[in-house]
């Protein structure tokens, strides 16, 4: 079982057929003809496209580009100019009916890291998906994503109230959401052909804040130097920024109308839309360190052109395969050396399930150090338990590295992290006793408070998830993200006189986030794994094992009053 | 909501045939929520075990482990769902802690044999949540036979009829060898070509 078990699917080609459309402006030329040092961005972007295994790439652009953009690519693309965005759904909806393996949809000016788009395409978790970024980007539509779910997108016409991510303007569609997506494009068209006056208004809004947010300055190429996942929001309502629409920079006027023009064209924003309100399931892939920018003007090409230039794509990709979420010792104290022995094994062709039974086997040897009982005993386990959690690290991180998922890896990794904890437990209290300190009653309770807190993790994130996975969603005429009827409730929820006690001090606990120490000390408050090895390690080489389990008992049990007080909060609200 | 996801916390439960009848039979009666029912029926043993408890006759020890059960069985009767997370870990506390008690009256040379045992069912019941997150189905249910209560019934006799620490060791050595040949097998199984839920194994990503 050491080869990463792969779907069928990707026997066959990855994506089938590749819609890049290309009608976006950058003055009057398309902005996918923009010159980069390698030649024009449409060009790169297909020959990215072709590399990582797309069968046939089609390319949509106007008819009166379609000599430049022929000369761009050669025989690289079909090019196909259905002269309106109308005309165009109406062409991906027959294609999306006629097409048998999975479908993408691309902007054709897009400056990104070919690794990246490798994520969203061969990744056999992401059967329909999109390139995700943080939620700073501000040339990206909006969207919301909760539990690894898209449950709402931004386009020109629509909008997205708790918007936590965007979409990078690449979506993948497995082929069991194909029917659902030519459905949606021809009810689009539709639409489009005929645009409401409450989608020509979102438009005009969408406009006064964008000109707002130029006149407040900023990275307009879509590349925000990295996601800052924690940011605090932005507040971008122009109703909040009171800031004055100024007179813009003529690059930002540019900029600014180039993306306007590229507004009511922007056909992938829209065919999005139409998935997540026909509650299609669609997992946002990240883009976490790696580069992404839309360069919509000559200037911001150049600029793209630099940053790129500039950037070590194998070192960001690593950097990419560190969890984000991981606790304050692995972040701090393992992760920034794990990632150069994950870069080591990959390179010496090493699978993550090999690196996982070796943690395995260091972990033994821990525990069997620690059942000597004596001081040697214990320095020697307390190290070697901390060589066994850098090598449990590695194993993930070179699976994300080297993208050699597989779901009897995740599961085995799992298991055999719990295995390992226990064996020790059951080291120390063996080695205790040979010192003539029994300390089982204590180990038995750790044993029992570690097993009791997880399985409280578990039934609680799985009755949250059953909640979340179907969202009513409005219908396509909408631009609001939520129903009607759910807007009165929303206005009282907003209402801070009205909102709970409960509410109130999860808002201020929430708040506290913005602090960066304080959103560390949180994570440490829920004693995740890291902290506890670190604790084992620290507290058996210096002390006892009695010591050990006392401080296992004492921040374990407050690590459960801390999180079941937040979910009891969270369930009153 | 569909009636099976909404089920999914009560199999971790691991309720055998009695604690789902006591659930049918009496659940519905108790006007008491259910994570209130549940602390109730844990709360008599947690006391008992957490003041040593070592001096206790057996017809109190049943008492006490009998209140337990039908406590928490009830409280999976009770047609209310809210807060239904929180009985799975009150259940596996309940069950964890009747060993460990019962391995203490024997004697202090019995712990280590509750530890073998304690850390046998962990394994299964971490193999249930992982299982059901990375191959999208749950263990099968004969697994999980003759159930918590059952489980815990068996204990007691055990004490009762002085066979422990060896029933333990014996008891964590068979269920040992029974969850791992089980999860192996599922997953050569899985290995060849049943196609799994793609989204099942959805990480908790904390992520924007």
């Known amino acids: ?573 | 909501m569909s009636a099976a996801a909404d089920d999914l916390p009560r199999g971790f439960r691991e309720d055998g045939p009695p604690a789902r009848a006591l659930a049918r039979l009496l659940g519905p009666r108790i006007p008491l929520p259910g994570p209130a029912l549940a602390l109730v029926g844990a709360l008599p043993l947690l006391a008992v075990a957490a003041v040593g408890g070592a001096d206790v006759s057996l017809p109190v020890v049943a008492a006490v482990l009998a209140w337990a059960v039908v406590a928490e069985s009830a409280a999976g009767g009770r047609p209310d769902r809210k807060g239904v997370w929180i009985e799975p870990p009150l259940v596996r506390l309940t069950e964890y802690v009747a060993y460990v008690w019962l391995a203490a009256l024997e004697g202090s040379h019995a712990l280590p044999s509750a530890f073998a045992l304690i850390a046998a069912l962990a394994f299964h019941n971490y193999d249930m949540a992982y299982r059901l997150r990375h191959q999208g189905a749950m263990p099968p249910a004969w697994l999980s036979m003759p159930g918590w209560e059952g489980r815990v019934a068996i204990a007691f006799v055990l004490l009762a009829a002085g066979a422990l620490p060896a029933g333990f060791y014996v008891a964590a050595g068979v269920l040992g060898v029974v969850f791992v040949v089980e999860a192996t097998r599922s997953w050569i199984v899985a290995g060849r070509g049943a196609e799994a839920d793609p989204h099942a194994d959805e990480q908790e990503v904390d992520e924007p």
């Open chain 1, 1 to 573: 079982m050491s080869a990463p078990t792969r779907p069928a699917a990707t026997s066959a080609a990855p994506v089938d057929v590749a819609v890049v459309v290309a009608t976006a402006p950058a003055g009057d030329v398309p902005a996918a003809l923009a010159r980069l040092d390698d030649g024009a961005v449409l060009a790169r972007l297909v020959g990215q496209l072709t590399r990582l295994g797309v069968r046939r790439a089609i390319v949509f652009t106007r008819p009166e580009w379609e000599r430049d953009v022929q000369a761009a690519l050669g025989s690289a693309a079909e090019i196909r100019t259905p002269g309106s965005p109308v005309d165009e759904l109406r062409a991906i909806a027959e294609l999306a009916r006629t097409t048998a393996g999975p479908m993408l949809f691309t902007y054709a000016d897009i400056v990104t890291h070919e690794s990246a788009l490798e994520g969203l395409i061969t990744d056999p978790k992401a059967n329909t998906g999109i390139l995700a970024g943080g939620r700073r980007r501000h040339v990206a539509f909006r969207v919301q994503a909760r539990r690894g779910r898209v449950i709402a997108a931004a386009t020109p016409y629509h909008t997205v109230r708790r918007h936590n991510a965007t979409f990078l303007g690449v979506l993948r569609v497995a082929p069991t959401e194909l029917p659902m997506l030519a459905d949606a494009a021809d009810r689009l068209a539709k639409l489009v052909a005929d645009v409401p006056a409450a989608w020509q208004d979102e438009l005009t809004r969408k406009g006064t804040r964008w000109r707002l947010l130029m006149g407040r300055g900023g990275p307009f190429d879509g590349d925000a130097e990295g996601d800052d996942f924690a940011a605090p929001d932005d507040s971008e309502d122009p109703e909040n920024t009171g800031g004055s629409a100024g007179a813009l920079s003529p690059e930002h006027e540019e900029l600014l109308a180039n993306r306007l023009a590229a507004a009511p064209l922007d056909t992938v924003a829209l065919l999005l839309l139409g998935l997540v309100r026909a509650n299609a399931p669609i997992q946002p892939v990240y883009l976490r360190r790696l580069f992404w920018s839309r360069p919509l003007s000559p200037a911001a090409a150049a600029r793209t052109q630099s940053r790129i230039a500039a950037l070590d794509e194998d070192r960001l990709l690593l950097d990419s395969a560190v969890k984000s979420s991981d606790g304050f010792f692995t972040t701090f104290f393992v992760s920034p050396y794990s990632r150069y022995l994950a870069r080591w094994a990959a390179r010496r062709g090493l699978t993550p399930n090999q690196i996982t039974l070796a943690s395995l086997v260091i972990g033994i040897l821990a525990a069997a150090a620690f059942a000597v009982g004596e001081r040697w005993g214990l320095v020697v386990g307390a190290v070697l338990l901390q060589v066994a959690f850098t090598t449990d690290c590695v194993d993930g991180q070179l699976a994300r590295y080297t993208r050699q998922f597989s779901k009897f890896g995740a599961w085995l990794d799992s298991i055999l992290d719990r295995a390992k904890e226990y064996l020790v437990f059951a080291g120390l209290a063996i080695g205790a006793d040979r010192v003539g300190d029994p300390v089982w009653l204590l180990a038995c309770s750790a044993l029992v408070l570690q097993v009791v807190r997880h399985t409280s993790d578990f039934s609680h994130a799985f009755v949250q998830r059953s909640g979340t996975g179907m969202v009513r969603q409005p219908p396509l005429e909408q631009p609001l993200d939520h129903l009607g009827a759910a807007s009165g409730e929303r206005r009282v929820a907003l209402d801070p006189r009205r909102r709970s006690l409960a509410a109130r001090i999860l808002k201020l606990w929430s708040r506290l986030d913005d602090v960066r120490i304080v959103r560390w000390l949180k994570r440490m408050a829920a004693f995740p794994i890291g902290e506890r090895f670190a604790v084992i390690s620290i507290t058996a080489a210096l002390f006892t094992p009695r010591v050990t389990f006392i401080t296992l008992l004492a921040w374990g049990g407050f690590a459960v009053a801390y999180t079941q007080s937040g979910r009891i909060l969270r369930a009153l609200r």
